[in-house]
């Protein structure tokens, strides 16, 4: 066995990447004696049972051709750095930067199992072999021949910022959250509602198989000077109705013990949450969920955030959306959803919304869903654009700012965008 080393995974638009490999060494290196062609970098990724993962290169793509996960990453850059690989310049690690992003191989830190409804996604496990190729130039010598095969600890720090519940009972949710750092008044608390690829017995998929994370940042939790976050997850998906995983009679079979979730989580947390500013969302299959439960229980939840929502408009009854109605609520969607075509779902329901009188009601219809913010590129250098199924990448870099119209979303006079017209939200108005 060759020596230990440390791995990096980071939270992005597009889900988990392992973006940094740490090794830790005996000796001072410094920032001019590194450069990125001293090391190679080769990879193994597995199952939870260390069976070789095929994938596709598309993860919502399962008819694409599957690839063994192994082989080759290459490295962005190197540094000295500390053990979580921040950047010094000298210290007793060296940091390799990797390449990473939808457009290369085996960077990913999940996969999907195409075998199950919704293609429910877990973590894999990567075995990396860190071989040197060149000599390092320390003060106390040459550094040569050296191998790193064996990973010490996995950080991912936003995942970590999530506390885990996890039961024996089959009748009982899991789920993870979030308590804000902030003291002072009772805060708000956000229900948020996985899709369907993040559901399963892999628990931190549910908060970190997309960015869900974001909702305990800096900048969302400043917008609602803290806020509780509340992840819980389907063992299958929300949309099973007892007949069909994935029909479209409008109703599941989780209602009530997802229901029974939230106010235990309520009554656990009693002295810090304000019964006022209860919100739910959620994308996709959560989409479809988070309506359910507005109409299921219109008067506990404040307002609402569906995101590319799944909830078939012809199972919608008129009274129904005549309970909608008056809950506040923000849609998002885009046009070029392949997966939950609008003019089935959101589009007819926004529609019958408006026409019931819905007075509090925002819709953010994006033409598609391109990369905003200078993380991915696609191969000739543009912005990288999404699958129009990824309405929830705008919402969580909180760009949903315009309604339907396309003219911006005003409240209390200003312009807003969704989290802030979220936390402008309460029964007591």
Same mark, same amino acid.
């Given at each position: 066995?060759?020596?230990?080393?440390?791995?990096?995974?980071?939270?992005?638009?597009?889900?988990?990447?392992?973006?940094?490999?740490?090794?830790?060494?005996?000796?001072?290196?410094?920032?001019?004696?590194?450069?990125?062609?001293?090391?190679?970098?080769?990879?193994?990724?597995?199952?939870?049972?260390? *069976?070789?993962?095929?994938?596709?290169?598309?993860?919502?793509?399962?008819?694409?051709?599957?690839?063994?996960?192994?082989?080759?990453?290459?490295?962005?850059?190197?540094?000295?750095?500390?053990?979580?690989?921040?950047?010094?310049?000298?210290?007793?690690?060296?940091?390799?930067?990797?390449?990473?992003?939808?457009?290369?191989?085996?960077?990913?830190?999940?996969?999907?199992?195409?075998?199950?409804?919704?293609?429910?996604?877990?973590?894999?496990?990567?075995?990396?072999?860190?071989?040197?190729?060149?000599?390092?130039?320390?003060?106390?010598?040459?550094?040569?021949?050296?191998?790193?095969?064996?990973?010490?600890?996995?950080?991912?720090?936003?995942?970590?910022?999530?506390?885990?519940?996890?039961?024996?009972?089959?009748?009982?949710?899991?789920?993870?959250?979030?308590?804000?750092?902030?003291?002072?008044? !009772?805060?708000?608390?956000?229900?948020?509602?996985?899709?369907?690829?993040?559901?399963?017995?892999?628990?931190?998929?549910?908060?970190?198989?997309?960015?869900?994370?974001?909702?305990?940042?800096?900048?969302?939790?400043?917008?609602?000077?803290?806020?509780?976050?509340?992840?819980?997850?389907?063992?299958?998906?929300?949309?099973?109705?007892?007949?069909?995983?994935?029909?479209?009679?409008?109703?599941?079979?989780?209602? *009530?013990?997802?229901?029974?979730?939230?106010?235990?989580?309520?009554?656990?947390?009693?002295?810090?949450?304000?019964?006022?500013?209860?919100?739910?969302?959620?994308?996709?299959?959560?989409?479809?969920?988070?309506?359910?439960?507005?109409?299921?229980?219109?008067?506990?939840?404040?307002?609402?955030?569906?995101?590319?929502?799944?909830?078939?408009?012809?199972?919608?009854?008129?009274?129904?959306?005549?309970?909608?109605?008056?809950?506040?609520?923000?849609?998002?969607?885009?046009?070029?959803?392949?997966?939950?075509?609008?003019?089935?779902?959101?589009?007819?329901?926004?529609?019958?919304?408006? !026409?019931?009188?819905?007075?509090?009601?925002?819709?953010?219809?994006?033409?598609?869903?391109?990369?905003?913010?200078?993380?991915?590129?696609?191969?000739?250098?543009?912005?990288?654009?999404?699958?129009?199924?990824?309405?929830?990448?705008?919402?969580?870099?909180?760009?949903?700012?315009?309604?339907?119209?396309?003219?911006?979303?005003?409240?209390?006079?200003?312009?807003?965008?969704?989290?802030?017209?979220?936390?402008?939200?309460?029964?007591? !108005?």
């Amino acid at each position: 066995m060759g020596r230990i080393y440390y791995q990096k995974i980071e939270i992005t638009d597009f889900g988990p990447y392992v973006t940094k490999i740490i090794l830790p060494l005996n000796r001072r290196i410094t920032f001019k004696s590194l450069n990125k062609n001293q090391f190679f970098v080769y990879v193994q990724i597995c199952d939870k049972n260390g *069976e070789l993962v095929k994938k596709s290169l598309h993860r919502m793509d399962p008819n694409s051709t599957l690839i063994e996960q192994k082989g080759y990453r290459s490295i962005k850059e190197v540094y000295p750095s500390d053990i979580r690989g921040n950047r010094l310049k000298e210290g007793n690690f060296i940091t390799l930067s990797l390449n990473y992003g939808p457009l290369v191989n085996l960077s990913s830190a999940i996969s999907a199992d195409f075998s199950t409804p919704g293609m429910l996604e877990y973590y894999t496990v990567h075995d990396y072999m860190i071989t040197q190729t060149a000599d390092i130039q320390t003060e106390n010598g040459i550094l040569s021949g050296l191998v790193f095969d064996h990973c010490a600890e996995t950080f991912n720090d936003a995942k970590s910022r999530f506390v885990q519940v996890k039961f024996n009972d089959k009748n009982e949710l899991n789920y993870g959250y979030f308590i804000p750092q902030r003291k002072g008044s !009772k805060k708000p608390l956000i229900v948020f509602l996985h899709g369907a690829g993040e559901g399963g017995q892999d628990l931190p998929i549910a908060y970190s198989g997309n960015k869900v994370t974001a909702l305990t940042e800096k900048h969302i939790q400043d917008i609602f000077d803290g806020a509780y976050v509340l992840v819980p997850q389907c063992p299958t998906v929300w949309m099973n109705d007892g007949q069909e995983q994935m029909g479209k009679s409008g109703q599941s079979i989780y209602v *009530e013990s997802l229901m029974k979730v939230i106010k235990k989580f309520i009554a656990n947390n009693s002295e810090g949450i304000d019964m006022d500013r209860i919100y739910i969302g959620g994308d996709s299959n959560g989409g479809f969920m988070t309506l359910r439960m507005l109409i299921d229980y219109p008067d506990f939840f404040t307002a609402g955030f569906p995101i590319c929502e799944a909830l078939y408009d012809k199972s919608i009854s008129d009274q129904e959306i005549d309970t909608l109605k008056d809950i506040p609520l923000w849609f998002v969607h885009a046009k070029n959803d392949p997966i939950v075509i609008p003019e089935e779902y959101v589009l007819p329901t926004y529609r019958r919304l408006k !026409k019931a009188g819905a007075k509090n009601l925002h819709f953010t219809f994006w033409n598609k869903i391109v990369d905003m913010h200078g993380m991915f590129k696609d191969k000739d250098g543009n912005p990288y654009e999404y699958l129009g199924h990824f309405a929830w990448i705008p919402v969580f870099n909180d760009d949903c700012k315009n309604d339907f119209d396309g003219m911006p979303v005003i409240e209390n006079n200003k312009e807003v965008s969704l989290f802030e017209w979220l936390a402008m939200q309460t029964k007591n !108005k």
